[in-house]
């Protein structure tokens, strides 16, 4: 089954063309089905590339997805068109006072790991966000920094600098292989990794949250928090294969100091190009959570946020 887009979305025309199934709204609406209806919380400021990202991969599971694009109340971007922003997102605040519901939210990450959490200028309404999600929303998916500013806001986890970027399509182990969200994963797998800040394994388990999926070299990336129906992963597997190319030669024509990512060059040559060996696992863990959401949501979705108990066989 396809992802539901607007026709006129620059993510619906690059997906149709990669084959992925995707659906006009009109077409849509002649179904007699009900759609999983997923939010995208947007913090990136590329935006049109990660809607494509993540578009991508909850459209390629064999269900109708609807995806809503939501945007920081106050907060403006500087590098995706006002045009863009006005067509396709509505503002948090919008989105609340409209009362509805959504089966899934993913919070993306934001590049503003070196600030502290409360320094950060929408912090205020991203913990509004974070205890919305409690009664509105059946699970979250937060990525990156997003994950990183659920876990602290929920069980008060810090984040910690590096004093060197992690960076680099890093290896990393499967530790809990009987997890739905991790059905058909391999042992081991590669994840891209970018970014300045990291989370102790004592710290998030001394939260009482399992760990995943973590690497020796660069610490925990999937973390299952139940008591809040959520996922925090702290890396991005919905990176295309050039995006961590994209990060590099940008700070290499900036001037500033970056080492070259590891892993993800044939033999760590920049001038070659990379390869994706992590696209499947991708499709995989995305699908799952998609899955799990399908299996656990209520069919009535003024249900969803009533209770933190898992209401299984929501379709008839």
């Not at 006009?24 to 947007?42: H, T, V, Y």
Request: with cysteine; charged share 25%; glycine share 6%.
């Amino acid at each position: 089954m396809p992802i539901k887009l607007p026709s006129t979305l620059p993510a619906f025309d690059v997906l149709s063309n990669e084959g992925v199934m995707v659906m006009s709204e009109e077409l849509a609406a002649r179904q007699d089905i009900r759609p999983i209806r997923i939010g995208l919380l947007n913090l990136m400021p590329k935006k049109i590339q990660t809607e494509t990202q993540f578009a991508r991969l909850i459209g390629a599971t064999p269900l109708q997805i609807e995806l809503s694009l939501i945007r920081m109340t106050e907060h403006r971007s500087k590098t995706t068109a006002a045009a863009h922003m006005e067509e396709f997102y509505r503002s948090f605040a919008e989105v609340k006072e409209s009362g509805e519901k959504f089966d899934g939210l993913i919070i993306t990450g934001a590049p503003i790991e070196h600030l502290p959490f409360e320094d950060v200028t929408y912090w205020d309404e991203l913990c509004d966000v974070f205890e919305w999600t409690q009664t509105h929303v059946h699970s979250t998916f937060g990525v990156c920094w997003g994950g990183m500013a659920m876990i602290h806001y929920f069980h008060n986890v810090p984040k910690h600098m590096l004093d060197h970027k992690a960076f680099g399509a890093v290896r990393h182990h499967n530790h809990a292989p009987t997890s739905p969200y991790l059905r058909g994963f391999s042992d081991d797998m590669v994840v891209p990794v970018s970014r300045w800040t990291e989370l102790k394994r004592p710290e998030i388990e001394a939260a009482g949250l399992p760990i995943l999926i973590d690497s020796a070299e660069t610490g925990p990336c999937l973390v299952e928090d139940p008591a809040h129906r959520a996922l925090y992963i702290f890396n991005h597997l919905e990176y295309d294969s050039g995006t961590l190319k994209e990060e590099y030669d940008r700070d290499v024509a900036a001037g500033t100091p970056i080492n070259v990512p590891a892993n993800y060059y044939p033999e760590d040559d920049p001038t070659r190009d990379p390869q994706n060996r992590w696209r499947s696992h991708a499709h995989l863990l995305y699908g799952n959570w998609i899955h799990e959401i399908y299996l656990t949501t209520p069919f009535d979705r003024t249900q969803i946020g009533q209770s933190k108990t898992d209401l299984r066989g929501h379709r008839g």
